[in-house]
């Protein structure tokens, strides 16, 4: 072996050991009622597939428009907010989906990078790891 | 991504276990390289190895197909490679009994039965190097030098510009070359 390109060179591709796929298919199956698509599923995944990225963008934009114009009415002298007390809506579905989508792009961003960020190569890698990866889970594709 | 592994993505992601085992049983090796490289450690890496197939099983419906699966799997196993304990450190040192010890004789012969003593050597001397690199490079470098994966297949797995991988690359290399000089571990 006299240098790294040979060792590289030299460096063969393994072979899995067959211990690995008893252990994931237990898992997978132990998992699989789970992974049955819900109505919830179906639903996000029809808005998905209908809305365009101008379509989400105006969307996430009239959404901001109407929190404004609710906290200027509810602020505004003469106006009185609803006193009404009503039942907080059951987020439970919609948080066990972020939890499913989102978790490990954060983990992988924050988590990590964040311990090593003083180590990083140089500036470009620090913003790489901490900032882009923010903007690149929603104009992104494929989070894992 | 071709039609076989559209359609296997597509069973699986309506719940076809089955379907995922195919799945499993091509990209098996693909994940274990990288888990076993980064960790130097058969059990780890099997730890490893298991925790990214049940995500991507848990998050299938996350994939949408916009990039291959197999670039969306390397992007699990590099959250996974790095979040991992023994895989996110560098042991910043290296001896002849450290290097001889990183590789387990007895386990890489059960595991790999067609290997030579000689491979068993190679094992020693690479693992022994790579334990010495900051994971980001080394994670970089074994993609690109071990699993042939291109500077922009790189980036998009490890959600970093093509620049910092060249850059992670290069470094690593001078530091493996600096190392390997300084230990004599290549002649």
Do not use: C
Request: aromatic residues 6%; glycine residues 6%.
């Amino acid at each position: 072996m006299r240098n790294l390109e040979e060792l590289f060179k030299n460096t063969p591709r393994l072979e899995a050991p067959d211990t690995l796929q008893r252990r994931v298919m237990e898992e997978i199956r132990a998992h699989e009622k789970e992974r049955k698509p819900g109505w919830f599923d179906t639903v996000a995944d029809l808005l998905r597939s209908s809305l365009t990225h101008p379509a989400r963008a105006g969307f996430a934009l009239a959404t901001v428009a109407v929190a404004v114009a609710v906290s200027i009415a509810v602020n505004t002298p003469g106006i009185r907010a609803p006193r009404q007390i009503v039942q907080a809506p059951d987020m439970s579905q919609i948080n066990d989906y972020m939890d499913e989508t989102l978790d490990d792009t954060y983990a992988g961003a924050w988590g990590v990078n964040g311990a090593s960020s003083m180590e990083s190569d140089d500036i470009s890698d620090f913003v790489a790891t901490h900032v882009e990866s923010v903007f690149w889970i929603d104009g992104g594709s494929d989070n894992a | 991504m071709n039609d076989v592994e559209t359609r296997l993505v597509e069973k699986a992601r309506a719940g076809d276990a089955d379907a995922f085992g195919r799945i499993f049983e091509r990209s098996k090796n693909m994940v274990w390289n990288v888990a076993y490289r980064m960790t130097g450690d058969f059990d780890e890496a099997e730890d490893l190895a298991q925790d990214v197939f049940v995500t991507a099983w848990r998050k299938l419906a996350s994939f949408r197909g916009e990039s291959a699966f197999s670039t969306w799997l390397y992007r699990i196993t590099v959250n996974k490679a790095l979040n991992s304990k023994k895989s996110g450190r560098a042991l910043h040192r290296l001896s002849d009994e450290e290097t001889a010890n990183l590789v387990d004789a007895e386990t890489f012969a059960r595991q790999n039965p067609s290997a030579g003593v000689e491979q068993l050597e190679t094992e020693r001397i690479l693992a022994g190097l790579l334990a010495t690199l900051e994971p980001e490079r080394r994670l970089a470098l074994i993609l690109r030098e071990i699993e042939g994966l291109s500077y922009e297949q790189i980036a998009e797995a490890m959600n970093t510009p093509v620049g910092t991988v060249r850059s992670r690359i290069s470094r690593a290399r001078e530091e493996l070359e600096a190392t390997a000089k300084k230990t004599g571990i290549l002649p």
